[in-house]
């Protein structure tokens, strides 16, 4: 069974920016579509990014044109670079696979705030 682990979270101001990673514990997830997705306290979890196997992207309205999700295959990682964040950009943020497949990793915070 592939393991995810997140990093890369923090406290930032809005207006600033982070790069979240997720690297999978063994090979094989090049040929999934990967995505970031976010739960903020009381809401559903949602996908906010996803970059297929061949490099495709896709982004939810709210974070189109301030967050851009990159993979490198040969790291079994899976990045994504948040820039302009707003304090409604504040959850836990995970990846999985696209449609999910694969057991959750434990996340990594992200708080917008001033």
């Known amino acids: 069974q592939v393991q995810l682990v997140e990093s890369g979270g923090g406290l930032v101001q809005p207006g600033g920016s982070l790069r979240l990673s997720c690297v999978a514990s063994?090979?094989?997830?090049?040929?999934?579509?990967m995505g970031w997705y976010r739960q903020a306290p009381g809401e559903q979890r949602e996908l906010v990014a996803s970059?297929?196997?061949?490099?495709?992207?896709e982004y939810v309205g709210s974070v189109k044109g301030r967050f851009t999700i990159s993979r490198d295959n040969a790291k079994n990682t899976v990045y994504l670079q948040m820039n302009s964040l707003k304090p409604e950009d504040t959850a836990v943020y995970y990846c999985?696979?696209?449609?999910?497949?694969?057991?959750w990793g434990q996340g990594t915070q992200v708080t917008v705030s001033s």
């Open positions: 999985n696979a696209v449609p999910v497949r694969l057991s």
């Open positions: 063994r090979s094989g997830f090049a040929m999934y579509t």
């Open positions: 970059i297929q196997s061949g490099g495709v992207t």
